[in-house]
């Protein structure tokens, strides 16, 4: 960390909500139990794909102690959700595409009738044949699950000649890359609570990544006007993308309709979460790379099919930032790229930290190792050759206008400690049968939305009687720690100590709409619109203290925590106090907003979905792994993560992104799948879907390179995605320097290794 | 029936829970630390009339030795079993196998009492109390018997207890400072994950040489119940435990196995683990008796 004159911004400023995320004391929403209060279940379908001919809730509605049954019928307003197309029924009339899909609701006195109410629903299904496979759901033979067919988007990005390149190469290579369908596995299921106030305002508490978006998916179901709608998203029990849909908000709102004023309260049971909770995109990445002698890129051809379940959510934009990352943060003059998001009665999936990269940076990166390999040059010269710099054209063929740091990350790679002792690190064994590995993968990914997606933040400062600031900004904390980082930023620029700065976040009654905590954007977003707030308050304080003391303007200082009027008998101090109580008598507003748009590229590439992107995070990650080559056994013992997030804002926030990410990753690669057959979830809670534990986390050392990027504030860029996705393909490629397997289907289990040895030693 | 409707009743002596079990009209379910019982209460799976609990009968909690035996008290904890010197002297096997079930959480809550009464064939403890030999007491208000550990599991979930007996106790002989144990399991990770397959080794050494004079080996999770690998067992004793031999040993193993394909892990590689674990932990025993470390604490 280089030196600087801040005060806070650049230093390891604790964590404000981490003591009482520590040691307890934090209630979330879930938590919370009332008098009076009603519980509400969902009724699943039952089967992955049926038309539903009949609902018949009369035996339920006379149970004792049902407070309410409720159907399509009773929705007032449009039946649907979904962030870019609403193609999810709130509650399903005709036909059910999942077994996640919501048939019916209840309310009911204690949790325990509410359940056995849902088993009295009598819903007269007629089974249809469901489509588990994306590539067979794209085919003429596959039923079409929506009326546009199966396939929800296409995307497309082409650029050079892809025959002459090929021609010209020294090296190909053409594979196919399966990955897993992650669970976001937050700690806090979803679940919520509604009530309808006396006064008919509608208050939805419930751990969301968009408060306000929220609130517009409810009115439209709703048909209510959405200020009558106070949707309260924040404190959250962990999100990573899994509740930037709508969970069960609109749930709540029908039902808190139905309840008769008293509040009622939905919490998933892990096992329901499972069914009806979306989950990362299972992807089959097929690619061919080429490259020269010298290692130069010559091209690549991608072509990926994303399985998106039984909605779209966020399904077509995963796959277009998928298809704009699958060439990994080179110069590649000849690409041939495209994507298909497709319907399946597979679940539904969603918006996943990393959105779509993780899974073809599995891919470009393994080929990457592949090709060092074949050539004999080292894995990250290579790498180092291709790498684009700022003002190059990447491989889709736009120009970098913004901060590139890939090039530093990889040269601190080289440097480090662990890269260069691995030949040491490698012979380092316990056991005759261990085999250790080292691997390395760089990545990116984008930060803020696409081309056509609007991007704006806003933040609002009060100043508050006590002499404190009250800092609004829609965007929740998920977890990320951006409260503390908007903090910072207003402490500093404020030039007031932390302590006198208190942060709202995630209540669209409290604060203004500053788009979603998604896209690795709520730093920069959040960041800004502080930084766009904070002259209008400055302003405010020191016209009050101008009138306070009758001297013009320019006569007022700002000083740390107080302002100074120069006046004739001399230096007058004005205390925020003083400030507020000026502003009060008078009448004077003591609240300001800031409002500011995120830069974009101008030009979209066609058919490519809503790329390019203006800014991107960069990052490399090595790897060390020990194969147990008689189990098949995989051992992550140390990971070097080195993230170039423009200006780092809080270190030791950065480090807990970069370690949280890390584990993450190592999940994805060799422990997490929710599994799935004919439609059916046969993953049913944690006890087998396996999540590393603290036994599994390996020691991960941090390393920011620093690229400051001009628009940010304070030069920072954002980092919430890209630290958990080289990793991915550095344990991969790790595995294979250990063992010699390469496992493309991931995660890489042992099972999964261990038949690599065997047929690797059978063919040997 | 709701869950919430199940009462619970918390006999304060041995003598009174058997006189509550007697009672053929109401249908009773043991309750020790929950973690089984909590788990499969909340899937819904039992649904009988009243908890016993267990946790205020002192007199199931002990771990004491008396002339050449061990008695455990089925209500001791993983915990207070990992932390007990005489276990860490005389029954090492077991020590390890306490250590593998979940993580501390259930080590402070889980009793052997419980592992033994869920009857799983994952169950962590049990190869090893195979490997002990161990003889589990079963009274009712009639009387007592013995159950050698071997005996005592029918299948999954099912062993030879009626519905009015209750495990009382757990014992097995003392070792010999020749007699050196361990147990390796298989999971999907480190912590908090079921057996794929495990493994628990008991075998009597000649002092000085790496020769066994006869052993126990005993796989989990690999059958419908935990099972002896008599094969390997008496292959144990041909000659001197060299890297070969324990890899002729372990190959063995799988033809003493008859696992099922689950979503954790399919029949073959379950087999060829069976083989894997028993020469990981071989060649591990071997070692740790050659540097004449009897103890792995
Ligand atoms: C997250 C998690 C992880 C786990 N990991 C493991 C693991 O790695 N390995 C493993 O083996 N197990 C594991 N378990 C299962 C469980 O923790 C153990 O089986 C534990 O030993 C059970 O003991 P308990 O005292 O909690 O039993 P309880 O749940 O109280 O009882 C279990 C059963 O035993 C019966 N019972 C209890 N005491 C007696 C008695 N004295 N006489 C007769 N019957 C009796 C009960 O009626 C019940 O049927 C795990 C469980 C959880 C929830």
Known sequence: ???????????????????????????????????????????????????IKSINTSKAESLPGVVCVLTHKDIPGFNGFGIVVP?????????????????????????????HAISLIEVDYERLNPVTDAEFAMSSNAPSLHENGNIHSHVIIKNGNMDTAFEEADVILENTFYSPRQMHAFIETEGGWGIQEPDGMLTIRCPGQYAYRDRLQIARALAMNPARIRVISHPIGGAFGGKDEITVQIYLALLALHSGGRPVKIHLSREESVIAGIKRHPFKVEMKTAAKKDGTLLANQ???????????????????????????????????????????NNGISGAFRGFGVNQVCAAIETHMDMIAEKLGMDP?????????????????????????????????????????????????????WKKRGIG???????????????????????????????????????????????????????????????VIQGDTAETLDSGTVTASRSTYTGGKAIAAAVPHMIRVLTEAASAQHRVEPENILIGENEYYAMTKNGEQVSTYEKLYAYLHENRLSTKVEGHFMLPKEKEELPQS??????????????????????????????VVSIPDAGQVLNPQGLEGQAEGGAVMGIGYTLYEDVLMDGGYHQTANFTNYIIPTIRETPVIETFPVESTEETGPFGAKGIGEVVM?????????????????????????PERIYKALKSRDVRQ | MYASEIDMLSPRSLLECLYLLENEKASFRLLAGGTDAVVRMKEGKWQHDY????????????????????????????????????????????????????????????????????????????????????????????????????????????????????????????????????????????????????????????????????????????????????????????????????????????KEVMPISDIRASASYRRDMASALLERGLYRLIKRWADNERKPF
């Open chain 1, 380 to 432: 990250i010269e290579l790498r180092k050759k291709n790498a684009y710099e700022k003002g190059e054209r990447s491989s889709i063929g736009h120009e970098l206008k913004t901060s590139v740091g890939t090039l530093k990350t990889l040269e601190t790679a080289e440097t480090c400690e662990l890269w260069k002792n691995r030949e040491m690190y490698k012979k380092n064994i316990s056991e005759p």
């Open chain 1, 302 to 344: 991608v072509r990926a099919v994303a399985d998106t379940g039984a909605y779209a959510s966020l399904g077509g934009a995963v796959i277009a930032l998928a298809i704009e990352h699958c060439c990994g943060p080179y110069k590649i003059p000849n690409v041939d790229l495209e994507g298909f998001c497709v319907y399946t």
């Open chain 1, 725 to 749: 996705i080289p990793i991915i393909a550095a344990i991969m490629n790790a595995i294979y320097d250990a063992a010699g397997v390469r496992i493309m289907h991931l995660p890489a289990t």
């Open chain 2, 51 to 254: 908890w016993l609990n267990l946790k205020n009968i002192d007199e199931l909690k002990f771990i004491t030795i008396e002339k050449d035996e061990i008695h455990i008290g089925p209500l001791t904890t993983h915990s207070e079993i990992i932390s007990s010197p005489l276990l860490q002297d005389h029954a090492d096997v077991l020590v390890q196998a306490c250590r593998e079930v979940g993580a501390a959480q259930m080590q402070n809550m889980g009793t052997i009492g419980g592992n033994i009464g869920t009857a799983s064939p994952a169950g962590d403890t049990i190869p090893a109390l195979f490997a002990l030999g161990a003889i589990i007491e079963l009274t009712s208000i009639t009387g007592k018997r013995q159950v050698s550990a071997e005996d005592f599991f029918v299948g999954p979930g099912k062993t030879v207890a009626f519905p009015n007996e209750i495990i009382t106790k757990i014992s097995f002989k003392v070792r010999g400072k020749h007699d050196i144990g361990l147990f390796q399991k298989l999971g999907p990770r480190k912590a908090q994950s079921i057996s794929i397959v495990n493994v628990a080794i008991s075998l009597s050494m000649k002092e000085g040489t790496k020769e066994c004079l006869g052993g126990r080996i005993a796989f989990g999770s690999v059958g419908p119940t935990v099972l002896r690998a008599k094969k390997c067992e008496a292959m144990l004793t041909l000659g001197e435990l060299s890297p070969d031999m324990i890899s002729n040993i372990s190959s063995v193993a799988w």
């Open chain 1, 87 to 115: 193609d999810q029924p709130v509650l399903a009339r005709d036909v059910v595409r999942c077994t996640g899909d919501a048939v019916a609701l209840v309310a009911a006195e204690t949790k325990e009738i509410a359940e």
């Open chain 1, 609 to 638: 979905g809503g790329a390019p992107h203006h800014l991107y995070g960069y990052l490399t990650h090595l790897a060390l792994v020990e194969v147990d080559t008689l189990t098949g056994e995989t051992e992550v013992l140390r």
């Open chain 1, 440 to 502: 390395i993968a760089t990545s990116f990914h984008a930060v803020g939305m696409g081309i056509g997606l609007p991007d704006y933040g806003a933040a609002t400062i009060e100043l508050l009687p006590d002499g404190t600031f009250k800092v609004g900004v829609g965007c929740e904390d998920i977890g990320g720690g951006n409260s503390t980082v908007y903090a910072q930023v207003a402490a500093e620029l404020l030039n007031c100590d932390i302590e006198k700065i208190t």
């Open chain 1, 1 to 51: 960390m280089k030196e600087n004159h801040f005060k806070y911004i650049g230093r390891p400023v604790p964590r404000m909500d981490a003591p009482e995320k520590v040691t307890g004391t934090l209630k979330y929403m879930t938590d919370y139990h009332f008098e009076q209060m009603v519980w509400g279940k969902v009724l699943r379908s039952k089967y992955p794909y049926a038309r």
